[in-house]
């Protein structure tokens, strides 16, 4: 009963945070999840948690923007090369020793929070887009499928293409809601995401969307800029700790 409570109580803390981040910034609700779930579970057993929310914040992130139909011809190549290695990559995630699978999580989160620190200005020119979105596409399948994380390289790619913010938006939630899919179908055929485990996580829905509405009435308050930075530290800090748990 007791490690039932704390259970619960570690889940609705969990997805409340990471909603709160998504709200705030647009993005973030599997990265935060993850690392913070990693911390207490194998790295398997917390994506199977974040399937639920992360495709309901993200279909709504999806739908939220007016340019669906342009997205899918344009991305369409890299959406499916997403979907090959995430499922190909959950493979790993299932397979691999959860300290290791800790490690790589926690350099993934490393990679994201270095990178989104520094935030070199890219611009990748439109006639490269034809080979590199599957490249990136393919890139980003294996991380996902090997870590959960769906940020890297898809959120900086995305973000060098000169498109508005409405766009980016829409086009990251697009990204996103494929990697959220392909992972809950590579995890179901390696036998980590189970019936009970979808109950659980459909539970986390009610935190994450709360979580998510309380990120967006405090952004119009502080400075997105300073939560941002707060956050991306906070990442590495949790990286760090999943980096060095097999050297302990």
Request: aromatic share 10%.
């Amino acid at each position: 009963m007791h490690d039932s409570i704390v259970f619960a109580l570690l889940l609705t803390g969990t997805f409340l945070a990471a909603g709160l981040v998504k709200g705030v910034t647009g993005m973030g609700l599997p990265t935060v999840a993850m690392g913070l779930l990693g911390v207490v579970m194998s790295p398997a057993a917390a994506a199977a948690l974040l399937i639920i929310p992360s495709f309901v914040t993200n279909i709504w992130q999806l739908f939220s923007g007016p340019s669906l139909a342009r997205l899918l011809r344009r991305f369409w190549p890299m959406m499916l090369c997403i979907s090959v290695g995430t499922i190909a990559g959950a493979a790993l995630l299932v397979a691999v020793d959860p300290l290791w699978s800790g490690f790589a999580l926690g350099l993934a989160l490393l990679v994201y929070a270095g990178y989104a620190l520094v935030a070199p200005k890219l611009a990748v020119p439109i006639i490269a887009e034809r080979w590199l979105s599957p490249l990136i596409g393919a890139l980003t399948g294996i991380v996902t499928g090997a870590t959960g994380v769906f940020v890297m390289p898809a959120v900086p790619y995305l973000g060098s293409l000169h498109m508005s913010r409405e766009k980016l938006v829409q086009a990251l939630g697009l990204s996103f809601t494929v990697s959220t899919l392909a992972l809950a179908v590579g995890l179901f055929f390696n036998g980590a995401f189970q019936v009970s485990q979808a109950g659980v996580s459909t539970l986390a829905v009610v935190p994450a969307l709360l979580g998510m509405w309380l990120g967006q009435r405090i952004r119009v308050r502080i400075s997105a800029a300073r939560f941002r930075q707060c956050f991306l530290v906070f990442l590495i800090v949790l990286g760090l700790e999943l980096v060095c748990r097999p050297f302990i």
